[in-house]
């Protein structure tokens, strides 16, 4: 009988090992089944269907879906913004899964692609993508490039003007409503006639009996101000209800295409804030620099940044992640609207309102030089400690040249330029933020005030900005390619030539002087430099902290070679000194 089994006939050992063969085969059916009904339904409820299948809906051939569309577009002179429109809990498209596609409007057969710049996430939680300008007798889509059910593009429908156009809002914490406008053209510095002007809100501004009409209060460079209705500022009543929007109204001209969603900011401003010194600045690019100005101003008392990310296509992203994970509260809010730096600031400002006593407004390549080593908020303190009556503590500036250096400096511009102007050039603020006038008017240096508040003055022996301007010319001529305030003409125009804001002698075009290392240098100034050196360097590296990582790596690994070299060099010497 054992031998029978163990061949295989027809015996009861047989029986036991076809039953246990069985079960196995069940338990792995079972398994499969399992794991691909939870993959079919997890995969099936996450994946965005895109437009082109509301053919196939129509036809009958599948069940009605909730597609991805692009529900509007900005153009602007260098680059296409697309605003995505999802339906509830899809999963967010990211820039891998994208193509900016560009067609021939009179052959659709001639086209080409490109990755967007980015795909960005704004204050609204809407999702943009930043393509490339549309070329001329083109038109611009997005291509799927996976997690689509067919091949086809998102369309881009309805597309506006960045210079014609209300793009973005916040409600204070006054309950008005600051509106930020492209287009009204109106002076800077001076307050308009409001009476010209009317706040709109609406769902669908293609249905004017559905439209909430509401005052304006005042209205000044590129700033509206309005009377926000109760109905707004109840918010939706359903969570998935479509946002409203806010626009304005010229009377008897019309009303201006809006992307603008109101916000109401959280909470009225505290009697005690969570900071006492905070920075704003507006940037493109700086990924490079942002480092030294953050830990720099850091260890001189700042303890909150806003940045103003006006279009970057570098590393800003992750290097501001990178500062956020050293411990540094620091922020990063898309912008992208060109020439609006004084816009930027009057949101800024807001922004910080609730969590910052005071918010200095200044750019990456700034930074403030105290001689005695007090901090930022000691010299706000002994400006302010004899009168409450101070809203904004205006500092003087020198300007810096590139100090005979033909490359951009590894350790910063701190240490590198010593070299400057004689005289100050303008001054920089730092404010209260609740003392600004409800218009907001501001000239990228100074803000108007509320009535009983006044500003003071910063002695330049107390505490000076030291603003690297004139940098080494592969740093500066970026500066030719657009100026972020709203009022300054870009240098590439014939405008304005004897302007300030522009580089002595230069012109219209970016064109490297030949003596350029040379130029902006009539005092030489090591303060900053010196103190720096003595605060901000590692004793053991001998490099400043906010030097690369790549950088230090390096030389980790020169002196490990130099060390290795001396103890062969060691023991040839004393092999030599044996064999004497």
């Not at 399992?34 to 895109?50: D, E, Q, T, Y």
């Not at 920089?428 to 006044?454: C, Q, W």
């Amino acid at each position: 009988m054992k031998n029978r089994r163990k061949r295989g006939g027809l015996s009861g050992g047989d029986v036991v090992v076809s039953w246990r063969r069985f079960f196995r085969f069940v338990s792995l059916f079972v398994f499969s089944f399992v794991l691909f009904s939870a993959l079919f339904i997890f995969f099936g409820k996450i994946r965005p269907v895109v437009r082109s299948s509301v053919n196939a809906v129509l036809r009958g051939s599948v069940p009605a879906v909730k597609v991805v569309t692009i529900h509007e577009a900005v153009e602007f002179p260098d680059q296409t913004l697309i605003f995505l429109k999802y339906p509830p809990y899809s999963r967010l498209f990211t820039k891998e899964d994208l193509f900016c596609v560009f067609s021939d409007v009179n052959d659709s057969s001639k086209l080409f692609k490109e990755l967007p710049y980015a795909v960005e996430t704004d204050d609204y939680g809407r999702h943009i993508v930043r393509c490339s300008a549309v070329p001329r007798g083109n038109t611009v889509s997005l291509a799927v490039s996976r997690w689509t059910v067919d091949n086809s593009n998102l369309q881009v429908g309805l597309t506006h003007r960045w210079d014609w156009l209300v793009y973005d809002a916040v409600i204070d914490d006054d309950n008005s409503t600051v509106v930020f406008v492209k287009g009204l053209n109106l002076r800077p510095g001076k307050v308009a006639d409001v009476s010209r002007y009317e706040c709109v809100y609406g769902w669908d501004f293609t249905k004017p009996k559905l439209l909430l009409r509401a005052q304006v209060i005042s209205a000044a460079q590129e700033i509206v101000r309005c009377k926000t209705p109760l109905t707004v500022l109840d918010g939706p009543r359903k969570a998935q209800s479509q946002p409203v929007k806010v626009s304005v109204r010229i009377k008897g001209s019309g009303m201006l295409p809006s992307v603008a969603h109101p916000i109401k900011r959280p909470g009225r401003v505290k009697d005690t804030k969570t900071f006492e010194t905070c920075v704003c600045t507006m940037t493109r690019n700086a990924a490079n620099v942002l480092r030294e100005w953050v830990i720099y101003h850091a260890g001189i008392g700042v303890q909150r940044w806003f940045i103003y990310d006006n279009n970057s296509d570098d590393d800003i992203v992750s290097e501001i992640k990178n500062l956020e994970n050293r411990g540094y509260n620091i922020s990063r809010h898309f912008w992208p609207w060109i020439k609006t730096q004084e816009a930027g600031f009057a949101s800024c400002a807001i922004r910080a309102k609730s969590d910052c006593d005071w918010v200095a407004f200044i750019d990456v390549d700034e930074f403030f030089y105290i001689p005695s080593g007090q901090t930022l908020t000691d010299v706000i303190r002994n400006h302010t400690t004899s009168s409450g009556e101070i809203g904004e503590i205006r500092t003087p500036c020198h300007s810096f040249g590139p100090s005979g250096l033909s490359d951009p400096p590894g350790g910063g511009v701190t240490a590198a330029y010593t070299c400057r102007m004689a005289l100050p050039e303008r001054h920089k603020s730092i404010i209260r933020p609740e003392s600004l006038n409800a218009t907001l008017i501001n000239v990228v240096h100074h803000f108007h005030l509320k009535e009983g508040f006044a500003f003071a003055d910063v002695d330049k022996g107390m505490m000076v900005i030291n603003h690297y301007k004139y940098q080494v010319w592969e740093i500066f001529k970026e500066k030719f390619k657009r100026r972020v305030a709203t009022y300054v003409a870009d240098w590439q125009n014939e405008e304005n030539v004897g302007s300030k804001d522009r580089a002595p002698g230069l012109g219209t075009r970016p064109v490297e002087p030949s003596d350029w290392a040379e130029r902006f240098c009539e005092v030489r100034d090591i303060g900053l430099r010196d103190w720096v050196l003595d605060n901000f360097r590692d004793r053991k590296t001998q490099r400043l902290v906010w030097e690369r990582e790549a950088r230090r790596v390096e030389d980790e690994v020169i002196v490990q070679m130099g060390s290795w070299a001396d103890k062969r060099v060691g023991r040839k010497r004393k092999k030599q000194l044996k064999a004497q």
